[in-house]
């Protein structure tokens, strides 16, 4: 089992759309927790961190569950300009190393 | 330079042949990281390190090794290639010292190995 599980999509979505992301991660140790999003042929960059109490930034809200070891993003009124993968990730360990989902592909439609 | 540089942009390699790529970060960060992303695999670890001096093994270290002899540089070096080492090559950067841990990633070298 990954470390990291995510639905790969694809998510194809309407401008003005929401679509909620979710997210699953395998060890109870995982101390921190973000969202990166990355342009096709890019290098990923930080979207968002993750707290316990659920936080938004704009448009964007994501949630964790640490019972249900759970995170999820929400992006409402879907632009253009979201069209990207969106990589769920975990920090555990003494190292601070990040582990990465393989992903979530998002393209929003005219 | 204004974050991390890489480099080459793209190399196409015969395998067995030996390659090094070089990753330059000017933010004075004291962790760097070597990630490989292969397609429905996600960013896997390779090696990293947390300060100059200091290197460790990631998820995925085998055929590759690295070297940190000062904070800006971090070269990832291929002794000898082979074809599953065909990917897209990620160099990162972190500043372990504040509480902050986002790591910032350099454009990438897409590497092809024949």
């Known amino acids: 089992r990954k470390e990291v599980e995510q639905d790969p999509g694809p998510f194809n979505v309407p401008e003005g759309a929401t679509v909620a992301f979710n997210c699953t991660y395998s060890?109870?140790?995982?101390?921190?927790f973000f969202w990166y999003r990355q342009d096709c042929r890019k290098e990923p960059k930080l979207l968002m961190s993750v707290y316990s109490s659920g936080n938004e930034d704009g448009r964007f809200t994501a949630q964790l569950n640490r019972a249900s070891q759970y995170i999820s993003l929400l992006i409402r009124d879907s632009k253009l300009s979201d069209s990207a993968t969106y990589l769920c990730?975990?920090?555990?360990?003494?190292?601070?190393?990040?582990?990465f989902g393989s992903g979530t592909q998002l393209t929003v439609l005219p | 330079i204004a974050g991390i540089t890489q480099a080459p942009t793209s190399q196409i390699l015969a395998a067995g042949r030996r390659m090094t790529l070089r990753c330059t970060q000017d933010m004075r960060h004291n962790a760097m990281y070597w990630y490989r992303q292969d397609l429905g695999l996600g960013l896997r670890l390779i090696h990293y390190s947390n300060t100059a001096g200091t290197t460790g093994k990631g998820e995925v270290p085998d055929g590759y090794s690295v070297s940190r002899a000062n904070t800006d540089d971090f070269p990832l070096t291929l002794a000898s290639a082979v074809p599953s080492q065909t990917s897209v090559y990620f160099c990162a950067s972190s500043d372990l010292t504040g509480g902050n841990n986002e790591q910032f990633f350099g454009p990438g070298t897409r590497l092809t190995v024949l």
């Open positions: 060890n109870s140790a995982s101390q921190s």
């Open positions: 990730v975990v920090l555990r360990g003494s190292a601070r190393q990040l582990t």
